[in-house]
């Protein structure tokens, strides 16, 4: 079993939409869970990143993990077609110097 | 401030050569990760610094891979000799020391290794 699921997509919704994207965990030690945005031919970029269970807002954008259920989320809000990305889940156990664990991403396609 | 850079951005090599790959971290930054996407696959983690020292090189595939960041500044990672399944994107990360807590890793734009 792999440490973390994401489904690959794409994922295509018109301009304007709620995007749901997420992620399920199998290792319990994670603590960190962040979001990371990759556009073609760059590195990923840290969009938000969350300790633990909880909530956490930005903009348009809100994560969500549920340690419970090893599950997290993020929701995009209005989206825009410059949304149009990869989006990476990634944790990290302990604290973030270490190493990151990533999902494989999905890729969103936001339709003008 | 600079971002991580990473040279060269895409090398072309043939099976059994030798190719280094470098990268220069934020100023400052004491972390630098390498990590490594292998097509169809997700971002492995290869090795961590903190300054010169290697604090995890637990992802390290084999012994034909050596990396190294002499001095505490920027790394290099050479793969001697190159096989076929080495061929991915290697990403290089860096982040200031954390005490007690956390800093986010920035990554370079990857060096694009292509093994024929």
């Known amino acids: 079993q792999k440490e973390v699921e994401q489904d690959p997509g794409p994922l295509s919704v018109p301009e304007g939409a709620i995007v749901s994207l997420n992620c399920t965990y199998s290792?319990?030690?994670?603590?960190?869970f962040m979001w990371y945005r990759q556009y073609s031919r760059k590195g990923p970029e840290l969009l938000m990143y969350?300790?633990?269970?909880g909530n956490k807002e930005d903009g348009r954008f809100t994560a969500q993990v549920d340690k419970s259920s090893k599950y997290i989320s993020l929701f995009i809000r209005d989206s825009q077609p410059s949304d149009s990305a990869t989006y990476l889940c990634?944790?990290?156990?302990?604290?973030?110097?270490?190493?990151?664990?990533f999902g494989k991403g999905t890729r969103l396609h936001i339709l003008p | 401030e600079a971002g991580v850079t990473q040279f060269p951005s895409h090398s072309v090599i043939e099976k059994g050569q030798t190719v280094t790959l470098r990268c220069d971290p934020i100023?400052?930054?004491?972390?630098l990760y390498w990590y490594r996407r292998v097509m169809g696959k997700e971002i492995k983690f290869l090795l961590h610094?903190?300054?010169?020292?290697?604090?995890?090189e637990s992802g390290m595939p084999n012994n034909r891979f050596l990396a190294e960041r002499t001095g505490g500044t920027y790394s290099t990672l050479k793969v001697q000799p190159a096989e076929l399944e080495d061929s991915g994107v290697y990403f290089c990360?860096?982040?200031?020391?954390?005490?007690?807590?956390?800093?986010?890793?920035?990554f370079g734009p990857g060096t694009r290794l292509t093994v024929l």
């Open positions: 290792n319990s030690a994670f603590q960190y």
């Open positions: 990360a860096s982040s200031r020391r954390a005490s007690g807590g956390a800093d986010t890793q920035y």
């Open positions: 100023s400052g930054h004491d972390n």
């Open positions: 990634a944790m990290s156990a302990v604290n973030r110097d270490d190493k990151i664990i």
């Open positions: 969350t300790y633990s269970s």
């Open positions: 610094f903190v300054k010169e020292s290697k604090q995890d």
